[in-house]
Each structure stands twice: as C-alpha cells, then as structure tokens.
C-alpha cells in the first residue's frame, strides 16, 4: 500500500498563474482532507470531502477550489496564484468523517508564489 | 473559541532523559485527543489517540500520554529519549460543532542532544 501520494513534491508559480494539486489513496478511505501547514500556525483545513460526492469549506477555503474525482482522488486547485498561497500543502484522509478515525497524511507539497 | 495550545516552539533534551511535549486544549464537550509527529520532508504521521476510558495512553515508538481532565492537558511523554525522536510533534483535538473538525496545535520541535 503506498498510503497517501501526492503530487508534485515542488511547484514555483508566479502570481496569477493557476494550478492543480493531486492527492490519492489506496486505504479505501471515506474521507479526505486538504491543509496548508505555515510556520507558527500549524495545519489549518483548507477543504474536506466526507464522502464521495461531497465537499465542505474549512478554515482557510478563499483563493481555493476541490473535487473529490472519486472515492480515491482528491485534487486542490489554485486558479490564481498569490504570494499568500506560498506554504506547504498535505492532504490527508481517514475510514469516516465522524468519530475519531486517525487521519493519515501524504507526504506533502512545497508550493512558492512569486 | 475552541483551541489548542502548544505553549514552547521548542524543547531539548538529553539523548537517555525522559522528555515531556505539552498540550492543553480549550473545547467545549468530550475532546477526542491526538498526538502526530513530523520528520523533515515527510507528512504527519499519528502516535497515539484518547477517546475515552484509561488516562493514560500508550503508542507507537515508546510514546505515551497523560489525559488530564481538570487540568485539560494532554502531555506526550517518553521515559528515555533517543536522538531519532527528535522531530516536530503536533497535538491535536477533535471537537463537534455543528460539524466534525479537527485542531491542530502550532507544533513544538523536539531536539534531542547526543
């Protein structure tokens, strides 16, 4: 099992331009999660999806868009990129929204907007 | 507002001395309670749960942790610290309000001194 992938490891962007970040899982898991990590902040909830079909808005959802392809993908797009965006992106995913299901997380994205 | 707090960036120890990362959470209802633990370059990955029942929580790679209701804390702990253990370490808390969600604290970075 590879557990979470992502990709890609790295992006630099300039301000404006747009792009797509994947996420998949092979856990067979319900529920799938986008956060940005920023130093001194910890992970904020950008977007989840509870189940396939589904999304919600977190924390931190302007200047983002999701869609839940299927129960395996996860994708984060960011239409126009600002130096705001500039963090560290982790998608993670857990067996059910509800409860206290571990979540599990990917390896991460290193995104700079310049 | 509903938090956690994770109150030093930073804590050093001794390779072979017991080590104490601390968390306390402000939440209104029954926390569930975690602990991840962050390598560089790589995701978060979970330690150890409380959902209820024993205070006192066992987890993976000698970790455990005190959940302390009157005081609402949940210290991680290790009795003897080695220098693979030193990482950033996350607290985090599941809370319902209107929907699930789940807060992360804003990381305490582990050193561990050979």
């Known amino acids: 099992n590879a557990g979470v992938t992502q990709t890609p490891k790295f992006q630099v962007l300039k301000t404006g331009q747009s792009m797509t970040l994947q996420c998949a899982q092979d856990?067979?898991?319900?529920?799938m999660y986008w956060y940005r990590q920023d130093p001194g902040m910890g992970l904020r909830l950008i977007y989840y999806?509870?189940?396939?079909?589904?999304?919600d808005k977190g924390e931190v959802p302007n200047g983002y868009n999701v869609s839940r392809l299927n129960k395996r993908e996860f994708s984060l797009r960011l239409e126009s990129a600002a130096p705001s965006q500039t963090s560290v992106y982790f998608c993670?995913?857990?067996?059910?929204?509800?409860?206290?299901?571990?979540?599990?997380f990917g390896p991460g994205t290193r995104l700079t907007v310049l | 507002a509903q938090s956690v707090a994770q109150p030093e960036d930073q804590v050093n120890v001794a390779e072979g001395n017991p080590l104490t990362v601390k968390c306390t959470y402000s939440?209104?209802?029954?926390?569930?309670l975690f602990w991840y633990v962050q390598y560089p370059n790589r995701g978060l990955q979970f330690l150890l749960k409380?959902?209820?029942?024993?205070?006192l929580v066992k987890g993976s790679y000698g970790f455990e942790a005190e959940f302390n209701k009157s005081q609402t804390s949940f210290h991680l702990k290790k009795p003897s610290a080695l220098v693979s253990d030193s990482a950033l370490y996350f607290c985090?808390?599941?809370?319902?309000?209107?929907?699930?969600?789940?807060?992360f604290g804003t990381g305490t970075r582990l050193k561990v001194l050979a």
């Open positions: 993670a995913s857990s067996v059910s929204f509800s409860g206290a299901d571990t979540q599990y």
């Open positions: 999806s509870a189940s396939e079909g589904t999304t």
């Open positions: 985090a808390v599941r809370v319902f309000s209107g929907t699930y969600k789940y807060i």
């Open positions: 856990m067979n898991h319900n529920s």
């Open positions: 409380y959902i209820t029942g024993d205070n």
């Open positions: 939440v209104s209802g029954n926390p569930y």
